[in-house]
């Protein structure tokens, strides 16, 4: 479940986030100061959410790619025959 709520973690405060307007429909008598209280709750949940996947994005940015090493690899290469074929 934790894996699920990281993985998906902005679905889960959107979907929770539709759900506000459909009580209001469901449930007239629910006082405004409890739907003010989990609004801002779904806005700090959501900040929380946008912190996670930027921390995730900035992970992802600085892990090498194996393309990387095959680059290096080919320079060697072409550095090893220009020395052969001098």
Same mark, same amino acid.
């Given at each position: 479940m934790n894996s699920f709520i990281s993985t998906h973690?902005?679905?889960v405060v959107a979907a929770a986030a539709a759900l506000i307007p459909l009580l209001m429909t469901w449930? +007239?008598?629910i +006082?405004?100061?409890a739907l003010v209280a989990a609004a801002a709750a779904l806005l700090g949940a959501g900040e929380l959410a946008q912190r996670h996947e930027d921390?995730? =994005?900035v992970s992802a940015l600085h892990e =090498?790619?194996?393309l990387d090493s095959a680059a290096w690899l080919q320079a060697e290469? =072409?550095?090893q025959e220009t020395v052969?074929?001098?």
């Open positions: 973690a902005v679905r449930y +007239p008598s +006082p405004w100061e921390n995730k =994005t =090498t790619s194996p290469l =072409t550095k052969q074929n001098r």
